[in-house]
């Protein structure tokens, strides 16, 4: 393959046959000599005070009940993340093991070290702790603890209400989510006294975040752990903050000093994982009688959960600096309140607030466009923002992108102009609906690194700051290293994952790995070529030669990429049918037009959309972790918490605009999250136009949708 | 979700089987384990005793030899839907099953052990008391037969005494001219129903209706199945069907459902 063919070239990735094979290695797999296993005695409350921890004094297997008392003077409550502008409450910060209070049913009160799992689960069942239970707080407005706060905004807000010819306004939610890996979190930590290190082998989205993580709460220099994250079975943001189990077992395994695993179980994963969305906001809209938005205001309260953890202030503020979306809106008042409940903490989740903010705006633009007899496709059209860069009026600067362009396409794909719903659907008790999405979403940003060195054989090695849990780094980074090198791809080889050897970095997360640790590859790539060709005074270097040649002197070069924010974007347009007589919803197509920059690898990208699309469809049709009214949460298996079947998935079709960066020198945005922020708002668009423009918020189930409808006069022919 | 500590026999005879169930008052009998199993991950069954059944081939029979259909209670679901006989004679049963989970599960479930673990949105059991099937039980010390009323008490209760063991299920031919349809309402392919109907009707002559959803039990609908051999439409034993149930949405399931079901079989 020539250079020009590299980049854009649809590639498998490398590993699949590895992993469709079996072998893979997770951290299940891992086993190390003398290794324990570790269960967790967990609080039966949403809140309560703990006044007592009785431990069994032996039990089958039991080697130690570790709890806070034990460990609380070793560790410290989890480093929590600022965003810019906001306000973080870190005394609230989640700590490793309960002490003396509980606020969330699932929270871990104490470690059960044994000789297996089983008899951990066994001897869990014999410690007893008594709990003074206290009122539960569900619902974020109702809360009064205010974990985060971010107030954003410019222009002359008031004023453009004044001027405003019409205002419309809309409430919305978003329940809370679970990102169900197919592999949970797990770890295995070991402690080596003879050189002081601390090896923790972690499931999760890359290597830095997890080792900072660790470092703070073990108060330990960074220097003394080695965190190694092998084969990963998904994460869809729940892996970017390590769970308190891992901190508990790898202090356990300090204390004990032998070596402790932990692999969640399917039940753990679904009450104790950080749960994505739990957010809700009330929106408000000015509009000039053309149409043009003249000002947003909107107040978003996130329900965050009983403590934070590391990500959790992230999300509610991305949704909130994107709640202006795709449009050109100069005057807007934006705050948004995380508040403390009595569940587990939130986190990223696929689109981590992008979809929030999508779902949000696009519902509000649609019910402008019916307020004000403007066609939805038009008063887009007079709205979107056409001049880049574009600073928001929350403070994002947005760096390229062709919006017009995205919805051109969509609507090209779709091969209509956004025709309204049909009452009749000629196959009868059904009716249709169409609905249009527009977004934007912050990738990239930040920083990531990467070494490459020639081989003795005349190959490549690269070692990247990033690491893969599915995306395809390893092809994708290959194809631009030989792209940039001049070299076929095979002879290109990556190293991931592992701290003893990689360069410095942040991670994989928010749709970042390309524009980011991919921009590294591409620099240092650069530079290895210069220096090559500085070396050898010819253009075209014999690489095999060289290294023959340079013996242990072979060259090698290293690169940091640091950039702002890049701003991917795209259209969606859904079609559903709600069969009236069940309310049942099916989507019946899903046209996807994303605009990720220039794309590396078409055919991961695709898959990306793909993937993000289908989560998101469970997110419209199934998808929301319940609690009852005592805060007991009640999708505690698959039986309860309902995941998609490919049974329900429409026929996707996916369109590409591809609008470079500046920001970087691949061009790239990111591919990640497209598919979740898109479908998200354009099937809830879709279902507001089918039901006449009624609103419910998702899922949208079938006995609300059929409650919907039959409280709906449905004067109109029926 | 590993299960707390119990001891396990694999039974060599269902006598045997019998007398280790009878000597246990913490017994379960263990058959194709796509509920049991879970129950025990999840610490809800703390027996003191599994019996496992799957070594008995002589509960694994599908015989409609003598004219009704005799099911061991070990016959796989998957078994039931693959069976030529079956699909001739009792078709109602092989549109039911094929709702069951998913394929993978109908491969290991048993047609007993759906019955006996009487989930209120299992669909076998819906289309068996539709099929007015006899549900035979052994114990070390006797045997009986039950009607599916009698049988289905209530939410994964039934009127099973420990040391008791379903091990038949008979099912009697329908009328030549019957036609059956089972529908119903999933959140998703392969979920439990929410609510769904098991219709078969020769019209003048013979019409049963038995719903899912409507109770904790599957429930036979006298007044539409009278309604209907005196000659009323779809629309009309349909409302009957579903006009006890108080929730107005599965009520109107249910209608919905029964119509689309009586739809079919009198097209």
């Known amino acids: 393959m020539t250079r020009s063919e590299l980049i854009g070239a649809p590639l498998p990735r490398r590993e699949d046959a590895r992993v469709l094979r079996g072998e893979t290695r997770y951290v299940d797999d891992v086993v190390v000599p003398g290794m324990a296993h570790a269960a967790f005695v967990r609080s039966p409350h949403a809140h309560a005070g703990i006044t007592s921890i009785s431990v069994p004094q032996d039990a089958e297997g039991l080697i130690a009940v570790v709890t806070a008392a034990d460990i609380g003077a070793a560790v410290r409550a989890f480093p929590v993340m600022e965003p810019d502008d906001m306000e973080v409450n870190h005394a609230e910060a989640h700590p490793v093991l309960a002490a003396g209070e509980v606020r969330y049913a699932g929270q871990p009160v104490a470690a059960v070290i044994a000789r297996t799992r089983a008899l951990a689960e066994d001897a869990a069942e014999l ?11 569900l619902a974020p407005r109702e809360s009064g603890v205010v974990l985060t706060r971010w107030s954003g905004g410019a222009g002359d807000v008031d004023a453009a209400f004044a001027a405003a010819a019409h205002v419309v306004s809309g409430s919305y939610a978003l329940p809370r989510l679970i990102a169900a890996p197919m592999e949970t979190r797990g770890c295995v930590a070991a402690y080596e006294p003879v050189d002081d290190c601390l090896t923790v082998w972690c499931s999760a989205q890359d290597i830095h975040r997890p080792l900072a993580q660790l470092s703070h709460i073990l108060d330990r220099p960074p220097a003394g752990i080695r965190l190694i994250v092998p084969d990963v079975g998904g994460a869809f943001g729940s892996k970017g903050v390590i769970a308190p189990e891992i901190a508990a077992v790898a202090a356990s395994a300090m204390r004990l000093g032998i070596p402790v695993k932990w692999t969640e179980d399917r039940l753990e994963n679904l009450v104790g994982g950080t749960q994505g969305r739990g957010i809700e906001g009330d929106l408000q809209l000015a509009l000039a009688a053309d149409g043009r938005m003249l000002g947003l205001r909107a107040r978003l309260w996130a329900d965050l959960g009983g403590y934070l953890l590391t990500t959790t202030p992230i999300p509610p503020h991305t949704a909130a600096t994107l709640i202006t979306g795709v449009y050109d809106i100069a005057a807007a008042a934006v705050t948004v309140v995380g508040a403390l409940t009595h569940k587990v903490p939130t986190g990223p989740y696929r689109g ?9 705006v696009e519902a509000l633009v649609d019910e402008a466009a019916r307020r004000t007899g403007i066609h939805r496709v038009e008063l887009r059209r007079r709205n979107l923002i056409r001049s880049f860069p574009h600073r928001t009026a929350t403070g994002l600067e947005y760096d390229s992108g062709d919006y017009e362009r995205c919805l051109d396409l969509a609507l090209e794909l ?14 009868g008790d059904v009716v249709r609906g169409r609905g249009i999405a527009l977004y934007v979403e912050r990738a990239g940003g930040g920083w990531e690194s990467a070494e490459i060195e020639l081989g003795p054989g005349g190959t490549f090695a690269i070692a990247s700051s990033s690491s893969p849990h599915g995306q395809g780094h390893d092809i994708t980074f290959a194809q631009i290293a030989a792209d940039r090198l001049g070299v076929p791809i095979q002879d290109i080889e990556l190293h991931f994952g592992d701290s003893a050897t990689s360069p410095p970095g942040v991670g994989t997360f928010g749709s970042r790995s390309v524009a980011m640790a991919g921009s590294a590859v591409a620099i240092a790539a650069d530079d290895l070529l210069a220096q090559a060709r500085a070396r050898t005074g010819a253009a075209i270097v014999d690489w095999q030669r060289l290294a023959e040649v340079a013996g242990p002197d072979r060259p090698r070069a290293a690169a940091r990429f640091q950039s702002a924010n890049v701003f991917s974007s795209g259209a969606y347009v859904a079609t559903v049918r709600i069969d009236c007589g069940t309310g049942e919803l099916t989507v019946e197509r899903l046209i996807a037009v994303d605009d990720a920059g220039t794309l590396i690898n078409p055919l991961l990208v695709h898959g990306q959309v793909i993937g993000g699309a289908v989560q998101a469809l469970g997110e419209c049709l199934t998808e929301e972790a319940v609690y009852d009214d005592g805060g007991q949460p009640r999708t505690g298996s698959f039986l309860d918490y309902s995941l998609l079947t490919a049974a329900e998935v429409p026929p996707i079709v996916t369109g590409e605009v591809q609008t470079p960066s500046p920001f970087n020198p691949l ?19 879709a279902v507001t136009d089918a039901l006449g423009g009624r609103r419910v918020e998702p899922p949208f189930t079938s006995d609300k949708l059929w409650r919907a409808l039959h409280d709906d006069p449905r004067g109109d022919g029926r | 979700m590993k299960p707390a500590p119990f001891r396990y026999e694999a039974a060599r005879s269902l006598s045997g089987a019998l007398e280790l169930l009878a000597g246990d008052q913490d017994a379960r009998a263990l058959a194709g384990g796509q509920s049991l199993v879970p129950m025990l991950n999840f610490r809800l069954a703390w027996p003191e005793l599994i019996v496992d059944l799957n070594p008995l081939a002589e509960l694994a029979h599908l015989d409609a030899s003598g004219g009704d259909l005799r099911i061991g209670a070990l016959t796989r679901q998957a078994t039931l839907q693959r069976s030529d006989v079956v699909a001739a004679g009792w078709p109602l049963l092989i549109q039911a099953v094929a709702h069951v989970g998913h394929a993978a599960i ?19 059991p819906v289309a068996l008391t539709a099929l007015d099937a006899r549900f035979h039980l052994r114990s070390r010390d006797g045997a009986r037969s039950l009607s599916a009323g009698e049988l289905f008490q209530g939410a994964l209760t039934t009127a099973l005494e420990p040391g008791e063991l379903l091990v038949e ?3 009697p031919a329908s009328p030549p001219a019957a036609r059956t349809a089972f529908l119903e309402h999933a959140r998703t392919h392969g979920d439990f129903a929410v609510a769904g109907v098991a219709v078969i009707l020769a019209p003048g002559e013979h019409a049963a209706i038995a719903l899912l959803g409507a109770d904790a039990v599957p429930v036979r609908a006298a007044a539409a199945e009278q309604a209907l051999l005196n000659g009323a439409g779809p629309g009309e034993a349909a409302r009957l069907a579903a006009a006890g149930i108080a929730d107005d949405y599965r009520r109107a399931l249910l209608t919905t459902l029964s119509e689309r079901a009586l739809d079919q079989v009198m097209a």
Do not use: C, F, W
């Not at chain 1, 410690?127 to 206290?134: A, G, I, L, M, P």
């Not at chain 1, 992008?354 to 779902?359: T, V």
């Not at chain 1, 945005?669 to 099937?683: F, S």
């Not at chain 2, 006996?116 to 299992?122: G, S, T």
């Open chain 1, 127 to 137: 410690v007893d702790v008594q709990y003074d239970e206290r009122p539960a707080v």
């Open chain 1, 352 to 360: 981590a607030g992008r979809p929030d903010a999508a779902y949000m």
């Open chain 1, 414 to 427: 779709a091969a209509d102009g956004g025709r309204a719903r049909d009452r009749d659907g000629g196959d």
């Open chain 1, 667 to 685: 061009g790239a945005k990111g591919a990640g999250e497209g598919g979740a922020v898109g479908t998200l708002p354009a099937v809830a668009n």
């Open chain 2, 106 to 124: 109908r491969t290991r479930g048993t047609v007993g052990g759906s019955v006996a673990h009487a989930d209120p949105a299992a669909e076998l």
């Open chain 2, 169 to 171: 299920i008979e099912v």
